[in-house]
């Protein structure tokens, strides 16, 4: 336990020295907003007729959604691929969504 806690102390200091005294407090918010994101990218899907449209076309439940989702040069921008889960995997389908405006556009 000892080695482990004087090895963490060693990694905090090295964090510190190269992010700042405060960067479990940056990575923490970093950790908050990403999370709040994707909450804010699945309600503005769930609503969107084409997305469910294109959820049932290709047999995902709305419930079992597994996407990535990835920043296209603004933060209320983002190009989000959704998998197929079963019987194979890949995309399924591509989407942009846009935060602000609450819009969906269907890619491929």
């Keep these: ?8 102390e060693k990694t905090d200091l090295a964090l510190q ?5 405060n960067w479990k407090d940056l990575y923490d918010k970093d950790i908050q907003d990403y999370t709040m994101k994707q909450v804010d990218i699945m309600d503005v899907l769930i609503t969107n007729k084409v997305f469910r449209k294109e959820l049932a076309k290709h ?9 990535d989702a990835e920043e296209l040069g603004r933060p209320d921008s983002y ?9 194979e995997e890949g995309i399924a389908f591509t989407v942009n969504v846009d935060l602000k405006n609450r819009t969906v556009n269907l890619i491929k």
């Design 17 to 21: 020295k190269r992010y700042g005294k």
């Design 1 to 8: 336990m000892d080695s482990v806690r004087s090895e963490n």
């Design 79 to 87: 190009k989000v691929n959704i998998n197929k889960i079963y019987p």
């Design 59 to 67: 047999k995902i439940e709305i419930d079992n959604v597994d996407k």
